[in-house]
Nanobody, 124 residues
Framework: QVQLVESGGGLVQAGGSLRLSCVVS????????MGWFRQAPGKEREFVAA????????YYTGSAQGRFTISRDNAKNTMYLQMNSLKPEDTAVYYC?????????????????WGQGTQVTVSS
């Protein structure tokens, strides 16, 4: 049974920072690609960032590039998303998700499990 627990969301002013965490249990974390996605009210879930298993190669959507940093600590079965220079348009529920292979993907349908999400709200 795969379990994902996201945390670190909250309310922050524009220009501020947050660090999201995702603790994974029930699967071999170190070889699993991981992704962060987000969903704003009335919108589709969208890709934010991903990190491959084994090599930890990273991928970002354009709006996150240069502001967000995805990382992982395999010893703690935890993935992180450091978000800096936050903007009101970053407001959404953020979800983490693992893949069953080391190869990262940018499409939500390629991920097998989802956490409950953590709310990020950026005020202007």
């Amino acid at each position: 049974q795969v379990q994902l627990v996201e945390s670190g969301g909250g309310l922050v002013q524009a220009g501020g920072s947050l660090r999201l965490s995702c603790v994974v249990s029930g699967r071999t974390f170190s070889t699993s690609a991981m992704g962060w996605f987000r969903q704003a009210p009335g919108k589709e879930r969208e890709f934010v960032a991903a990190i491959s298993g084994s090599t930890s190669r990273t991928y970002y959507t354009g709006s996150a590039q240069g502001r967000f940093t995805i990382s992982r600590d395999n010893a703690k079965n935890t993935m992180y998303l450091q978000m800096n220079s936050l903007k009101p348009e970053d407001t959404a529920v953020y979800y983490c998700a693992p893949r069953s292979t080391p190869a990262a993907r940018m499409i939500s349908a390629d991920y097998n499990y989802w956490g409950q999400g953590t709310q990020v709200t950026v005020s202007s």
